[in-house]
């Protein structure tokens, strides 16, 4: 399933919970475009003896998810990490490229060949990526042109990166952006610099009623688009 | 459980089938001194059923176990991928550094207030690596060191990266070499080198009579410290 633009929404289903996070992904699936499942979500689901995460999210939800497990090891365990994300059901794939070029490409092959999305991590959100991962955005982001990625994963907080980025990567690839909301970004901002999705995880899945928190920030990223 | 120097020997349980590892794991536990579990043998084990192959390999070998995840995340995800790893009962757990100091502390400080170790990976094995990771092995060295890290992630196939990071982070912290065998290195190398464990994947799990191979390298890790 490819992720396509609609409320340019992405939900981070981070609960410890199983079943309240595929409850939460049944009652929002209409506000949001995706769903972003990281590791503590997938094994705490599998430790409570409730199976596979990804798969009950897309069933409850009928949407594209995305595993961000930020594969960051070696050219042989790429290849079968990316291999069991598929094999789980995973519709994308999140991976650094600060390994090198040998490194990255098993998860382009592997996912490209399953028609699962590989998004590359260009620099995360917390304050201390600036110091190695900045200066490398212009060497990831030529590694994403060239291997045809999916999208690349920019800090929502910091147009002026998104900006960059997308000058980089062009128009064809998703720019994903994750630190909004807890994390400082405000719902839009990252929308308006340009950025195809935001994704958003506390201000969903901690509130109170997180449907009706998931369509504020539809109607917030709605407005960002002009509407 | 601590990491002891004994055989000087780590084994990679790389293999899909959650029983073939575990009977490897009780089968060679006499000849290495930990067991490492990566993400694919880890959730392939989920995904038949099987459970926690974590405490299964602990209680099969009654050996240290490390899980081999290479964290990248931001900080509060990798506080959670960290409690999720001393909660599975792993006694190591091995991460990246280049995200930055803010995103590698909350792995120091989970870790080392569950006596659970930490493995920061200086540089990956593959010959990509080379190009955005090697610049960067003196300040991962000096995090290791800062952060009282229990050790590092060095290619066993690199003597001169060996001395070199040995000097860097002194005696009290722990040397792991992935990439014998299969990868390249010739077991015993990394110890001559001056490493304290060799790690080592398809050349045991793949023997045809994996113990035999284990003890095998074991004896040569022997003579490569001169016994």
Redesign the interface.
Known sequence: MPLVHQTRLIIAL?LESFDKNVKIAKDCAQYCDSFKI???A???G??EGKG?LVREVKKASGKHVIVD??V??????NE??T??AV??GADGLTF?G???????QPVFDVGSSHQTDVYLVVQ??????????SP?VT?MCEMAKKTAANGVVVPGARPDLIKKVRELVGKECHILC?GMGA?GGKPGDAIRAGADFEIVGRSVIEAEYPPKAAYDIAMELRKAQGY
Not at 98 to 104: K, L, R
């Open positions: 981070d990281s590791w503590p997938l094994v705490y599998f430790l596979n497990w930020k960051a090891d070696v050219p042989h365990t079968k990490i291999e069991m094999r789980m650094h600060f390994m090198g070029q040998d490194a990255a995360l959100s917390n304050p201390g990526a600036e110091k190695w991962m490398l060497q994750p994390q």
